[in-house]
């Protein structure tokens, strides 16, 4: 009722405006009136009711498109950002940073020294790993600040069998009371860092016992602590990681 009503309004007012106009252009306006009146009839008739709330509803849902996006990357072993081959162990050798940051050796995705674990402690911690099984064979950390323990540490880097791995990384300080034998013992097998130890440096290393390493994976890092340190006294943390075939021996 209300359409009619408001063609019939408009009507009213066409003719009272071309009254004025003459009659052919009235007659004109009052055929043009009647068929568009009629031809709005005919398709209202013919248009269900569910189509026209079903278009308008489409119309609206276009803004509410779900956005595509990028799939999120496949996590990798030892948090590494590109996979390393089947025949490959992977590892990562994260230093501490500060006194909150702890340091973290993970092998094959298992974490042999870490906060989790609780066996991170204050100055050298170490990892021996079978490396024909990949599995660890003992963890430890030797602190380097109070106590002698460089020693000790000679010790248990003797203690492991050949053909074994041997990750080692720093927490907080590891230089003070370690003692020139225990350095050539690092070095021997392979530190070329070992010997620039300064109070607090962060140092992470890996070496291999009665076998070689190859020469184009990380091996070593230090970094050490000075006026653009990241944390009030300490240096930022440094890693190293990379993939070691599993066919040296």
Request: hydrophobic share 40%.
């Amino acid at each position: 009722m209300s359409l009619c009503f408001y063609f019939c309004f408009l009507f009213v007012c066409c003719c009272l405006f071309f009254t004025l106009a003459g009659p052919v252009k009235l007659a004109g306006l009052f055929l043009a009136s009647l068929a568009a009146w009629y031809l709005g009839y005919l398709f209202a008739s013919h248009i269900h009711k569910d189509m026209i709330t079903f278009s308008v509803a489409n119309l609206q849902d276009i803004g509410n498109k779900p956005v595509l996006r990028p799939p999120v990357p496949k996590r990798q072993k030892c948090d590494h950002w590109s996979p390393c081959s089947p025949g490959s162990y992977s590892y990562r050798i994260l230093s501490g940073g500060g006194k909150a940051k702890l340091a973290k050796i993970c092998f094959e995705d298992d974490l042999l020294i870490s906060k989790e674990k609780g066996n991170v402690g204050r100055g050298i911690n170490i990892a021996i790993v079978n490396y024909r099984t990949g599995k660890v064979i003992s963890a430890q950390f030797f602190d380097m600040w109070e106590g002698d323990h460089s020693g000790e540490m000679m010790t248990f880097i003797k203690n492991a069998p050949e053909g074994s791995l041997l990750l080692m990384v720093t927490q907080d300080e590891g230089s003070t009371r370690l003692k020139n034998d225990a350095k050539k013992l690092v070095e021997e097998l392979g530190s070329k860092q070992i010997w620039n130890m300064k109070f607090r440096s962060s140092w992470a290393f890996i070496a291999a016992k009665g076998f070689k390493l190859p020469d184009d994976i990380q091996k070593e890092k230090i970094l050490h602590s000075d006026k653009n340190n990241r944390y009030s006294g300490w240096p930022a943390e440094i890693q190293i990681e990379g993939c070691i075939p599993r066919n040296l021996i």
